[in-house]
């Protein structure tokens, strides 16, 4: 099956820094990606997603490139807000299978 | 539009009694339905999915069990609940197909 693995956290950075979040992926053919983030006290939201190779998804700032070469999805944010503390989830989609997550990473933006 | 329903928001049970939460979502048709749970430290585990009334497909055997009554009403329940059925659980829908899915507000479930 699926599976997915993403840096552990917390990661706490400064207002303005770079934000990287690792993610690397196993899965069965050809999966689609899918970055989830969850804040504090609600249900999950889609962020972002690619469905093909070298694709690029983005939205409010992140970014987040599929490399099949590399089975990875690297978050990342130019420069990070307060607003944007939260859990972040990683996840890869193929088949007739249902997204599967892992533990996330919590990101902490100080001001 | 689509939107998803899940309640209660919190709920405090004790051990050994029973739980029911509700999920219903509006606006789409024979979606794929998901019961998903977050225990501290422990990422999101899927506990059930349906692709359609009265299937449910279990992946991790514990203490709960799923229905799906009707096309989209999906209910998580236990006869007797453990201290280690608290957590925060997540309903979430998808097209047939498996695409992306979409979360319900959560409920967070503490067993005392």
């Known amino acids: 099956g699926n599976s997915v693995t993403q840096m552990e956290g917390p990661v706490t950075l400064s207002e303005e820094a770079f934000l990287t979040i690792n993610c690397t992926y196993t899965?069965?053919?050809?999966?689609?990606l899918f970055w989830y983030v969850q804040y504090p006290g609600e249900g999950l939201q889609l962020l972002l997603k690619?469905?093909?190779?070298?694709d690029k998804g983005s939205n409010k700032g992140f970014e987040a490139t599929y490399r099949k070469e590399t089975t990875s999805f690297h978050l990342e944010k130019g420069s990070v807000q307060v607003s944007d503390s939260a859990v972040y989830f990683c996840?890869?989609?193929?088949?007739?299978?249902?997204?599967?997550f892992g533990k996330g990473t919590r990101l902490s933006v100080i001001a | 539009s689509q939107t998803i329903h899940q309640w209660p928001a919190t709920l405090v049970q004790p051990v050994g009694s029973p739980l029911s939460l509700e999920c219903t979502v509006e606006?789409?048709?024979?979606?794929?339905l998901y019961w998903y749970r977050q225990a501290a430290g422990r990422g999101l585990q899927l506990l059930f999915y349906?692709?359609?009334?009265?299937?449910i497909s279990s992946e991790v055997p514990q203490n709960l069990s799923a229905s799906r009554p009707q096309d989209r009403q999906f209910i998580l329940s236990s006869k007797k609940l453990l201290l280690s059925d608290s957590g925060f659980y997540l309903c979430?829908?998808?097209?047939?197909?498996?695409?992306?899915?979409?979360f319900g507000q959560g409920t967070r479930l503490t067993v005392v």
């Open positions: 606006g789409t048709s024979n979606p794929n």
């Open positions: 349906s692709v359609g009334i009265g299937q």
């Open positions: 899965a069965t053919g050809y999966p689609s």
């Open positions: 996840a890869p989609q193929s088949g007739n299978t249902p997204l599967v």
């Open positions: 690619a469905t093909k190779a070298d």
């Open positions: 979430a829908w998808s097209d047939q197909g498996y695409t992306e899915a979409f």
